[in-house]
């Protein structure tokens, strides 16, 4: 029996506004789509918080027993400035002032996310498909949306007919915006009269002369329309019906509702059971973007060079700082912040230091069982991670109780508390117990914790030359890598 028998999941679902029982569509498996990141820049804290929170509902999910198919793309074409059907393409803009190729721009900014996620112990996703490597995709979903008759081509481009399909379907359905409104509401931008109406957007564009990133299609040489590529890759490898989808709280519109019309475009059916929309990182106030400068990188941290912050603090306890918050509350990112979650992560490691010591009684005072079913009740819980934290303080209530004399513990309930301990905050909450440099050094910890996850890194890749040289060379520097069942901990000599 997988342990998904006995727990029953409540889900937010964004399309109903309700909390909902989570049934599979498949028994025993779960398909599960979120919205990856532009590669056109450096990711921020705020980029993160959002895939850090499908990434612990990956593991609950996982841990649980399901076979998760995670699908989570690279958008590498298509996405242009504003959001907007005109402008330059992100991409394409900073390849252009940087004077490098595109392509090096996706590269390199891929490789700077796949790092970042690394060092925040992050699951890789099961598939991470690109929006490049999947263009004949996207124009035969073209061409089934002008057959069903809900696309037109003006000029070379095509584009969605918002207000035909909303005779008979309904658009505004996850955001809850009705058509009448955004009329009212759109106002009508240069270089868009080739539309019928604002509200239509595009599904294929026609590339002006200079625009570098083109691919030949029935209607011209141009580019797919953003919100298409998702439509696309989600079907491919979930199918026409699949359990979850996730983005930012601000991908709801226009990009997740142009996903469903153009789904319900082409297929005839409303593609998810479940949207998933995770709330925004806030700092002084406002939305962290790169747009206004108003964002802090993972690196500096890692390495406590941002003016907003008094010093280093290591990927865990950013991590742990993230996770206490809900994954549908906007959360202040502030210094204060911060140092309270890294008392709360230091007081959460020294209370399983604590737990390894403790002896075992012939009874137990305390219902470890009960607590037991409190973890799993506050994750089933539309996966309620503060609610979970709470419940693993409890538990370190419980060991220094323990430990004074003033409960007592059997040794089944040893093992059951240990065992709960290190599922919860290992493999649910991805946290990692990293050994804390006694000479207090944080910027030292936290670059070696880099060194650390570039070795896993390498490890994974087969490439042991390169995570046998960073063992080495640290341990002539006097850092010691061990590798243990919880991760790699280092000491110096
Ligand atoms: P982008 O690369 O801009 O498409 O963003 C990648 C993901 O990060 C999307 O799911 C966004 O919703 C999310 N995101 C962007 N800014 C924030 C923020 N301040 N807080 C949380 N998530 C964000
Ligand atoms: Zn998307």
Redesign the pocket.
């Given at each position: 029996m997988q342990p998904y028998h006995s727990q029953s999941i409540k889900i937010y679902n964004s399309l109903t506004g309700e909390k909902e029982t989570f049934k599979a569509i498949n028994e025993g498996h779960i398909g599960m789509y979120?919205?990856?990141?532009?590669?056109?820049?450096n990711?921020?804290?705020?980029?993160?918080?959002?895939?850090m929170s499908f990434d612990v509902i990956f593991r609950y999910l996982k841990h649980l027993g399901y076979k998760v198919r995670y699908v989570r793309n690279i958008?590498d074409a298509g996405?242009l400035e504003n959001d907007a059907d005109v402008g330059e393409d992100r991409i394409a803009k900073k390849a252009r002032l940087e004077e490098i190729e595109p392509m090096e721009v996706v590269q390199r900014y891929t490789v700077d996310f796949h790092n970042i996620l690394n060092a925040f112990n992050f699951l890789p996703p099961s598939i991470e498909p690109t929006a490049t490597g999947h263009i004949i995709e996207q124009i035969e979903l073209i061409k089934t949306i002008i057959d069903n008759g809900f696309a037109y081509v003006v000029n070379g481009s095509v584009y969605f007919d918002v207000h035909k399909f909303n005779q008979t379907n309904d658009y505004g359905k996850l955001s809850k915006r009705k058509l009448e409104d955004l009329i009212h509401n759109t106002r009508e931008l240069d270089g868009q009269s080739d539309k019928k109406n604002p509200q239509d957007f595009a599904l294929w564009k026609r590339a002006e002369p200079q625009h570098i990133m083109r691919w030949p299609s029935p209607w011209s040489d141009g580019f797919p329309g953003w919100h298409l590529e998702c439509t696309a890759m989600s079907t491919k490898y979930l199918g026409e019906h699949f359990d979850i989808h996730?983005?930012?709280?601000?991908?709801k519109f226009p990009h997740h509702e142009c996903e469903i019309a153009q789904n319900e475009a082409a297929k005839g059916q409303t593609p998810v059971n479940y949207w998933m929309?995770?709330?925004?990182?806030?700092?002084n106030g406002k939305?962290?973007?790169?747009s206004t400068g108003n964002?802090i990188l993972p690196g500096e941290i890692f390495t406590g060079n941002n003016s907003n912050i008094s010093k280093a603090f290591s990927p865990s306890v950013a991590r742990f700082f993230m996770l206490q918050a809900h994954y549908r509350s906007i959360?202040d990112f502030t210094n204060d912040g911060l140092l309270a979650a890294e008392k709360g992560f230091n007081r959460l490691m020294d209370a399983l230091s604590i737990l390894d010591g403790l002896k075992a009684s012939n009874t137990s005072s305390l219902d470890i069982n009960n607590w037991k079913q409190k973890c799993y009740d506050a994750m089933n819980d539309d996966f309620n991670s503060p609610i979970l934290i709470a419940q693993l303080f409890e538990a370190v209530k419980y060991i220094n109780q323990i430990k004074e004399g003033s409960e007592s513990i059997s040794i089944e309930d040893l093992v059951l508390l240990k065992q709960t301990l290190h599922t919860f905050i290992f493999d649910v909450l991805g946290l990692e117990n990293v050994t804390e440099i006694a000479s207090g050094s944080d910027k030292l910890s936290g670059t070696v914790e880099v060194l650390i996850k570039l070795r896993q890194e390498a490890r994974a890749n087969k490439d042991f030359a390169l995570s046998d040289k960073i063992r080495d060379e640290l341990s002539e520097i006097g850092i010691q890598l061990k590798d243990g069942k919880d991760g790699t901990t280092f000491s110096i000599n």
């Open positions: 979120v919205c990856g990141p532009t590669v056109y820049s990711v921020h804290l705020g980029n993160v918080r959002t895939f958008t996405h996730g983005g930012g709280m601000d991908l929309h995770a709330n925004m990182l806030i700092m939305k962290m973007a790169k964002y959360l």
